[in-house]
Structures are given as structure tokens and as C-alpha cells.
């Protein structure tokens, strides 16, 4: 049974940071995207940053160049998120998924599995 387990989240001042971690198990973790997707109140799931099976390959939202960061780590199973310069507009449920289609890194169409989220708030 697959399983993507998020943590990390919580409340930070505008400006600051957090790092999202989620744990995959249940799946051979190399051999799949991953992905970082949020969903803001009123708003569609939309794509932060994803990263190949390999880590060679890395995609991000424009609204978060250069202040977010994903990273994995094939030998803990893990895939990270680093947020910094945070902006009140960051607010939202984050989620982590896993795929295999390469070519469709950007969209939610594209991963298989998903975690249940965890919950982001930048306050201004």
C-alpha cells in the first residue's frame, strides 16, 4: 500500500521559512516523480514544485522561483520542500504526490498518488 506522509507545516510571519517534508512508502520511490501541489481556500490544487525520479530534472511555479527549493532523498525516501521569503499568498494545504510520466511533471494529471496534506499559513 502506498503511502505519502507530509509534515512540516504550520504558521510563519511573512518573510520566514519552513521546510515540508514527505515520507513515501509502499512504492519504489526512485522510480517515481514527485511533487509538491497546494490548494488555497476558494481556489484549484495548483502545481509549487516538482522533481524527477532522478532529481536531475526540477519545475516550479513561477509565483515561487527563487524563494522555494525541492529536494529528495532516494536513500531516506524522502522528497522536501523548502520555502523561504514566505508570502502571506503561500497560505494553503500543501500536498505531496508521486508519478511516473515524465513529461507531465506540472500537472496534477500526471501523479498517481497523493498525500492527505498538511497546512500552511503565512501571516502578514
Known amino acids: 500500500q502506498v503511502q505519502l506522509v507530509e509534515s512540516g507545516g504550520g504558521q510563519v510571519q511573512a518573510g520566514g521559512s519552513l521546510r515540508l517534508a514527505c515520507a513515501a512508502s509502499?512504492?519504489?520511490?526512485?522510480?517515481?516523480?514527485m511533487g509538491w501541489f497546494r490548494q488555497a481556500p476558494g481556489k484549484e490544487r495548483e502545481i509549487v514544485g516538482a522533481?524527477?525520479?532522478?532529481?536531475?530534472?526540477?519545475y516550479y511555479a513561477d509565483s515561487v522561483k527563487g524563494r522555494f527549493t525541492i529536494s529528495r532523498d532516494q536513500a531516506k525516501n524522502t522528497v522536501s520542500l523548502q520555502m523561504n521569503s514566505m508570502k502571506p499568498e503561500d497560505t494553503a494545504v500543501y500536498y505531496c504526490?508521486?508519478?511516473?510520466?515524465?513529461?507531465?511533471?506540472?500537472?496534477?494529471?500526471?501523479?498517481?498518488?497523493w498525500g492527505q496534506g498538511t497546512q500552511v499559513t503565512v501571516s502578514s
Open positions: 522533481i524527477s525520479w532522478s532529481g536531475g530534472i526540477t
Open positions: 504526490a508521486a508519478g511516473r510520466i515524465l513529461m507531465g511533471l506540472s500537472a496534477a494529471s500526471s501523479y498517481d498518488y
Open positions: 509502499g512504492l519504489t520511490f526512485n522510480g517515481y516523480n
